[in-house]
C-alpha cells in the first residue's frame, strides 16, 4: 500500500523502490517513511523531480498526486487520512487499484477493504486476490486430505479385523504386528521415517521420489485403522459372548453391520481425531490449511485474524466431518435393520 508499505516510482527502464515489511507499517519508523512518502505525493516533489531529470512522465506518480491531494468540499482537510484503527479509507489504498478488473474481483475486494476500514479487522484473503487463492487452496487441500484419510483409515481398519477373524495365522500374526506397530508409533514419526528414511533409500537406489501427500495420507490412515481395527475386533468379541459362532465375514452384510454398530462410537472418536490431526501435513509442506494460513499472516502480518480464522475453518470441518460419520452409522443401521426383517 503506498504511504505504508512501499512506495515506487519509474526512472526510464530502472525502479527506485522503498519498502518495510507489514508487521513494521506501525512501528516509528514505519510511520515516518509513510508519512514521508505521503507528503512527496501530496505536494508534487517527486514530479518536481521526474522533470528536473528529464525523465519520461509516469502516469504512476501523476495518478498517486491526484490521488493524496484531494480535499474535502470544504477544502479544510484532506480525504486521505488515517482513521481511528490507523488505516486509510478505502479510494486511498492502491491494493485496490492495482488490482484486476473484473466486477466479481472489484466487489469482494471492495467488501473486504471496506471491513477492514471500519472494523479494524484485516482479513486480507477476502481483499487480496492472491492471499485468496491461497487460502482457497489449502481448505481444498485440507478437505481433501481429510476425506481421503477418513476412507482409507475405515478400508485398512476394517480389512485388518476381516484378516484377523480369518483366523489364517501367518496373515493374522503379520496384521496384528502391523497394527501394534501403527497405533504405538506417533504418525509424525511414521511420515519422517517413511518419507526421509524410506523415501532416501528408494531416491538413492531407485531414483523414485515419494510424494508429500500420499505420505501423509497413508500413515494418517495407518495409525488411525489401528484404533479401528481393534474396536471392530472387541466389538466381534462382545457379540461372540450370546453368539459363540459368531465371525466377522466379508460375504455377510449382517455381520459387518452388526460388528460397526458396536464399535461406532470408538470408531467415531477415531476418525475425528485424525482429521484434527491433518495439519501434521505442514511439517513437510504439503500444501493445506495452516501452510496457507502461516504464509498469508508471514506476509500480511495479520497474526490475529488469520488464526482465528484458522480455529472457527477448523471448527466448522470438523462439525461437517462428525455429520458426515453419523450418517454413515445411520445408514449402516438402516441396512442392519432391513436384513434382520
Known amino acids: 500500500m503506498v504511504g505504508l508499505s512501499s512506495f515506487i516510482a519509474r526512472r526510464k527502464s530502472r525502479d527506485?523502490?522503498?519498502?518495510?515489511?507489514?508487521?513494521?507499517?506501525?512501528?516509528?519508523?514505519?510511520?515516518?517513511?509513510?508519512?514521508?512518502?505521503?507528503?512527496w505525493h501530496r505536494n508534487g516533489f517527486l514530479l518536481a523531480l521526474e522533470k528536473k531529470w528529464k525523465l519520461s512522465a509516469s502516469p504512476y506518480l501523476s495518478n498517486m498526486h491526484k490521488l493524496w491531494?484531494?480535499?474535502?468540499?470544504?477544502?479544510?482537510?484532506?480525504?486521505?487520512?488515517?482513521?481511528?484503527?490507523?488505516?486509510?479509507?478505502?479510494?486511498?489504498?492502491?491494493?485496490?487499484?492495482?488490482a484486476a478488473?473484473?466486477?466479481?474481483?472489484?466487489?469482494?475486494?471492495?467488501?473486504?477493504?471496506?471491513?477492514?476500514?471500519?472494523?479494524?479487522?484485516?482479513?486480507?484473503?477476502?481483499?487480496?486476490?492472491?492471499?485468496?487463492?491461497?487460502f482457497l487452496t489449502g481448505l481444498e487441500g485440507t478437505v481433501f486430505l481429510m476425506l481421503s484419510t477418513l476412507i482409507?483409515?475405515?478400508?485398512?481398519?476394517?480389512?485388518?479385523?476381516?484378516?484377523?477373524?480369518?483366523?489364517?495365522?501367518?496373515?493374522?500374526?503379520?496384521?496384528?504386528?502391523?497394527?501394534v506397530y501403527a497405533g504405538m508409533t506417533p504418525p509424525l514419526?511414521?511420515?519422517y521415517l517413511l518419507l526421509f528414511g524410506v523415501g532416501s533409500l528408494l531416491r538413492e537406489l531407485f531414483e523414485l521420489q515419494l510424494s508429500t501427500w500420499l505420505v501423509v495420507v497413508f500413515c494418517l490412515s495407518l495409525y488411525t485403522a489401528s484404533s479401528v481395527m481393534r474396536a471392530v475386533l472387541e466389538s466381534c468379541q462382545h457379540l461372540r459372548i450370546d453368539r459363540p459362532n459368531f465371525r466377522l465375514r466379508?460375504?455377510?452384510?449382517?455381520?459387518?453391520?452388526?460388528?460397526?454398530?458396536?464399535?461406532?462410537?470408538?470408531?467415531?472418536?477415531?476418525?475425528?481425531?485424525?482429521?484434527?490431526a491433518s495439519m501434521i501435513a505442514?511439517?513437510?509442506?504439503?500444501?493445506?490449511?495452516?501452510?496457507a494460513t502461516t504464509s498469508i499472516m508471514l506476509d500480511s502480518g495479520n497474526v490475529s485474524?488469520?488464526?482465528?480464522?484458522?480455529l472457527v475453518t477448523f471448527v466448522v470441518l470438523i462439525a461437517l466431518t462428525n455429520r458426515l460419520i453419523k450418517t454413515l452409522e445411520n445408514k449402516l443401521r438402516e441396512k442392519a435393520a432391513e436384513i434382520y426383517e
Open 16 to 39: 527506485l523502490a522503498i519498502a518495510m515489511p507489514r508487521s513494521a507499517q506501525t512501528n516509528a519508523l514505519g510511520q515516518v517513511i509513510s508519512d514521508t512518502v505521503i507528503d
Open 69 to 98: 491531494s484531494q480535499k474535502t468540499a470544504d477544502e479544510t482537510a484532506y480525504i486521505c487520512t488515517k482513521n481511528k484503527h490507523g488505516f486509510f479509507p478505502v479510494q486511498c489504498q492502491t491494493r485496490s487499484l492495482v
Open 101 to 134: 478488473h473484473t466486477q466479481e474481483s472489484k466487489a469482494t475486494r471492495q467488501i473486504g477493504l471496506y471491513f477492514k476500514e471500519f472494523s479494524g479487522i484485516d482479513l486480507s484473503f477476502i481483499y487480496d486476490d492472491y492471499d485468496r487463492q491461497r
Open 152 to 179: 482409507l483409515s475405515l478400508l485398512l481398519g476394517i480389512g485388518g479385523a476381516f484378516v484377523v477373524e480369518s483366523n489364517q495365522k501367518i496373515s493374522k500374526y503379520m496384521v496384528q504386528l502391523i497394527s
Open 189 to 191: 514419526l511414521q511420515i
Open 250 to 276: 466379508v460375504s455377510s452384510h449382517l455381520s459387518i453391520a452388526q460388528a460397526y454398530e458396536g464399535a461406532a462410537g470408538s470408531i467415531s472418536a477415531s476418525l475425528i481425531n485424525v482429521s484434527k
Open 282 to 291: 505442514s511439517a513437510i509442506a504439503v500444501p493445506e490449511l495452516l501452510s
Open 305 to 310: 485474524e488469520m488464526m482465528n480464522t484458522l
